[in-house]
């Protein structure tokens, strides 16, 4: 990541030490991820120790601390979404982007997530794909979907 | 500064306002078992071994006697069947970790806690935070730090710190009741610190070092 933009997001939190979490919060937006050079520039601007910056970094399940893909899919896993087959869901999802839940595909392209409630279990079962919502998933549909992200030539 | 009176196991005890039942304990030659407390350091509350019952106004309540301050007319209570089964409880758990820490199987003798109850952690780290505070709070160096949470909660030794800081210093060695620190050490100093491995012929850091 670059460093301007660094400190471009640390300069609109006006460098404050209370200002960590948003500060990480909005690195983690536009890079999806936590690089160490932000850590380290964080501290440096904010002197807070890298210590500190990475147990919260680390404490908090938004952050990452490695790169992510371009498209994030979550998959919920809560009791509601389950009974009505989360995990065909979870496995069709796999199976289409070929990563397991946790990883990044060599490409960047996806990163997959388990959660294990999204709030909308009426729904269920939900995928969450780029923070958009998908409702009432079948196992079809969730591996369409991820197949179609970025346009259906650039799928295998 | 105002004194408070308070009891603890019937014996009539004062102490500064704002000091902790620990303190005023202490000061009345009154043991309470501690693993993570260290004169030098703020309470951090973390291993609960000192839970002690407190009763004020008619009603008994758990604390933790080394961040609980003081109070008036507190009655304090350092052991009981209901405080010997936590801390039997909290010992069981802790004996998952670190089996062969002496502190914690002396208390473990003590209050017949279970070395078999819980199934054995692979870290034997008991999250005291004596080395992570004793760096932050007395050597201000921030070398090793907690990272996760919850049961992935662990310590962590920032390489560009740790190279830089720990070789000299190693304070917080003999603090640390399990020796997982030392154990963490010696895997960050294999992993990340170079320098400290290739000792002459290296580096950025030791400046003067040929």
């Given amino acids: 990541m670059d460093i301007g933009r660094i400190d471009a997001i640390i300069d609109r939190h006006r460098s404050e030490a209370s200002s960590l979490i948003q500060i990480l919060l909005d ?9 160490g050079e932000a850590i380290s520039r964080i501290g440096e601007r904010l002197e807070v120790p890298a210590a500190r910056i990475r147990h919260v970094a ?7 601390l490695v790169p992510r893909g371009r498209h994030e899919i979550h998959v919920c896993m809560g009791t ?17 982007t070929g990563i397991r839940p946790g990883e990044t595909d060599p490409g960047m392209k996806f990163s997959l997530e388990t959660v294990n409630c999204l709030g909308c279990c009426a729904l269920g079962p939900v995928v969450e794909i780029d ?19 970025e346009g259906p030539r650039k799928t295998e | 500064m105002k004194e408070i009176r308070l ?8 102490a500064p306002e704002g000091a902790t039942v620990l303190e005023a304990a202490k000061t009345a030659g009154i043991r309470i078992p501690t693993l993570c407390h260290h004169d030098g350091l703020e309470p951090f509350g973390a291993c609960r071994i000192c839970i002690v019952e407190a009763e004020a106004r008619g009603s008994s309540r758990l604390v933790v006697s080394c961040v609980y301050p003081v109070e008036e ?14 801390r039997k409880t909290i010992l069981d758990l802790l004996l998952a970790h670190a089996p062969d820490s002496p502190q914690v199987s002396g208390l473990a003798a003590e209050y017949g806690a279970l070395r078999d109850r819980f199934e054995k952690e692979g870290s034997f780290c008991i999250h005291c935070g004596l080395c992570v505070r004793y760096c932050a709070e007395v050597k201000k160096k921030h070398a090793v730090g907690f990272i996760g949470r919850g049961i992935r909660k662990e310590i962590c030794f920032i390489p560009e710190v740790a190279s830089r800081e ?45």
Avoid at chain 1, 27 to 35: D, F, V
Avoid at chain 1, 131 to 149: F, N
């Fill in chain 1, 80 to 96: 509601a979404c389950h009974v009505r087959g989360a995990s065909r869901v979870l496995d069709a999802s796999q199976d289409a």
């Fill in chain 1, 27 to 35: 690195i983690q937006a536009e890079n999806r991820w936590i690089p």
């Fill in chain 2, 166 to 210: 720990c070789k000299g210093c190693k304070e917080c060695f003999p603090l640390c009741p399990t020796s997982y620190l030392q154990a963490a050490y010696a895997l960050a100093e294999s992993l990340a610190l170079p320098c400290v491995i290739n000792r002459g012929h290296c580096c950025s850091h030791g400046a003067q070092s040929p």
């Fill in chain 1, 58 to 64: 680390t404490f908090y399940k938004a952050f990452s």
């Fill in chain 1, 131 to 149: 923070g958009k919502i998908h409702g009432r998933m079948t196992a079809a549909r969730a591996a369409e979907t991820v197949k179609g992200l």
């Fill in chain 2, 73 to 86: 007319n507190l009655a304090v209570r350092t052991r009981s069947p209901r405080i010997d089964r936590i």
């Fill in chain 2, 7 to 14: 009891r603890i196991d019937g014996k009539e005890v004062a």
